[in-house]
């Protein structure tokens, strides 16, 4: 696939991972909006911290650095060796979803059965999901490498949909079940989308329009088997799935290491970990459904544009320049948003909360925790739109340096969280999140700017707003504030709306700032996100 349409294809994924995401959230709103209505927070504590921990930690150990190794380009791909390979996730997490139970049942603080009844059950339900969604990991990946953006978004989107569906009706008509209302929602998630993965490969491989050069031609191809003169496994892959997966454990850490810090050192009770996670899953709607879209499509183009390992002087050169106006595009509009979000979220965490939640959010340190989740957001962005392009070219030795240095990231995080949880409670998690993302961003940029050193291209430059933008969000955040300080919150609905009025004005002149002022980044995105190459039929027509 050539570069315009790999960029046109994974455009197009990101648009659609954008609605898949926005989908997810407000599906997740609404379950949470209904079901604390019949259950106590303590039970959303542990569902959505404990349980929900055990499930991403078992499937992005299983997953991550085997999808990693898969994707990454390599001339010669055997198909076959890749089908092999990724088969072995299944077994990995059956180990580690067994390990991980054990951990949980009898290693951590349990639950009270009086208010949380049914806990054993539910974190074997939880494992027992994450097995049966790894059995469709290479239909995954084939469909990634393919680009079947619709498949993603309706394989995600109906398994949540179906576990939304499941837990709701039974948790207003079977109010007595406590968790296993959660486990058989779960279960019934992961069959969904292992079903969807297998039924729509099965029927794309039967369809007779399907292109005459796609890799697989019968059901029986994405099952192991002995390739044609080769061996079982590409020994390259395998090493490179070494690597990624010593890297992935810490990375884990890393992502979701708040929970970890409150589920190994229990440092909330259960009714305090539902509240923070319901306002964390509110500060994380936009790195969830605009950020990481881009930041896995990027991923997906770099890592299939560049080679990895090589420097851009041993590139094509339509590549290395489409790559370099690529990274800095994407800094640029991540950098863009997210200085957005931290301008106007300061001045309406607050009105956000208590519009959402009532007092039980928008009381207390909430509208504080929601502000410095403002500020992480904006670095979260920077550093998935760097470290995508890290992972897409370092070379197998860069890897393994890395994990060591991850090694350093993890033990510091882990100290920050401990020390400024104890000082500043739960926003100690934000400020920990923020340092430790810093960390990993000075890193990155550190390892780009020698990628490019030596050439034309500058596509750090896309981290440095204008001039004319920084006065716009000033000026912005001094009007926003004052209008906070005199007509929110506790003057009345009339005044309340008259705030937010405010506040859109003082949005649409920065929007009209950046419009005048980032002429090349809104050409670049017409000429070449937007642009209509890709697959069609089930690739995202």
């Known amino acids: 696939m050539k570069g315009p349409e790999l960029l046109a294809g994974a455009a197009k994924a990101a648009t659609y991972n954008v609605f898949l995401q926005l989908s997810i959230r407000m599906m997740t709103f609404i379950l949470n909006a209904v079901v604390l209505r019949y259950i106590s927070k303590d039970m959303l504590g542990v569902v959505n911290v404990r349980l929900t921990l055990l499930y991403s930690t078992a499937l992005f150990i299983s997953t991550e650095a085997f999808d990693q190794a898969c994707l990454s380009k390599k001339e010669g791909k055997n198909w ?53 969604t790894v059995l469709a990991r290479p239909h995954f990946i084939i469909g990634q490498t393919h680009l079947f953006v619709k498949l993603r978004v309706l394989s995600v989107g109906l398994s949540e949909l179906t576990k939304c569906l499941t837990i709701v009706f039974l948790v207003i008509n079977f109010p007595n079940l406590g968790l296993i209302s959660f486990s058989i929602g779960q279960i019934v998630h992961g069959i969904t989308y292992a079903v969807l993965y297998y039924l729509t490969f099965y029927w794309y491989l039967g369809d007779k329009s399907k292109p005459k050069d796609f890799v697989f031609q019968r059901t029986r191809d994405f099952f192991p088997q002995k390739p044609k003169d080769k061996e079982w496994l590409d020994k390259d892959m395998v090493s490179l799935t070494g690597s990624f997966f010593k890297q992935s454990l810490l990375k884990q850490f890393l992502t979701e290491g708040e929970k970890y810090v409150m589920t190994l050192f229990n440092v909330f009770s259960f009714g305090d970990q539902g509240i923070y996670d319901v306002i964390n899953n509110l500060g994380s709607m936009v790195p969830r459904f605009i950020f990481l879209p881009l930041e896995e499509s990027g991923r997906l183009f770099f890592s299939q544009s560049l080679n990895r390992g090589k420097t851009y002087k041993d590139q094509s050169q339509a590549s290395v320049d489409l790559a370099a106006r690529v990274l800095y595009s994407l800094l640029r509009v991540v950098m863009l948003l997210g200085m957005l979000i931290l301008v106007f979220g300061y001045a309406y965490s607050f009105l956000a909360l208590d519009w959402y939640g009532g007092e039980v959010l928008s009381a207390g340190t909430g509208p504080t925790l929601l502000r410095w989740y403002c500020l992480y957001v904006l670095i979260l962005a920077v550093n998935g739109i760097t470290e995508c392009f890290y992972f897409a070219v370092m070379s197998q030795t860069q890897i393994d340096q890395y994990n060591r240095r991850m090694v350093l990231f993890s033990l510091a995080f882990l100290g920050a969280s401990l020390l400024l949880t104890n000082q500043f409670e739960s926003v100690g998690f934000i400020l920990a999140n923020c340092i430790n993302m810093c960390t990993r961003i000075a890193h990155s940029v550190y390892f780009i700017h020698n990628y490019y050193k030596g050439s034309a291209y500058r596509p750090l430059l896309g981290l440095v707003p204008s001039r004319s933008l920084l006065v716009s969000l000033v000026v912005s955040v001094v009007i926003t504030v004052t209008s906070e300080t005199m007509f929110c919150c506790d003057a009345g609905f009339l005044y309340q709306l008259l705030h937010v009025g405010i506040g859109g004005v003082c949005f649409l002149s920065v929007i009209g700032t950046i419009v005048l002022t980032e002429a090349d980044l809104i050409s670049f995105i017409r000429e070449h996100l937007l642009h209509d190459t890709s697959p069609k039929q089930l690739k995202g027509e």
Not at 84 to 108: D, H, R, T
């Open 80 to 132: 076959t060796q890749v089908v092999n390979l990724m088969w072995w996730s299944w077994p990995v997490s059956i180990m580690c979803c067994g390990l991980l139970s054990f951990v949980w049942l009898f290693a951590l603080a349990l639950p009270d059965e009086d208010v949380v009844p049914h806990y054993g059950w539910g974190v074997i339900s939880f494992a027992v999901a994450t097995i049966i």
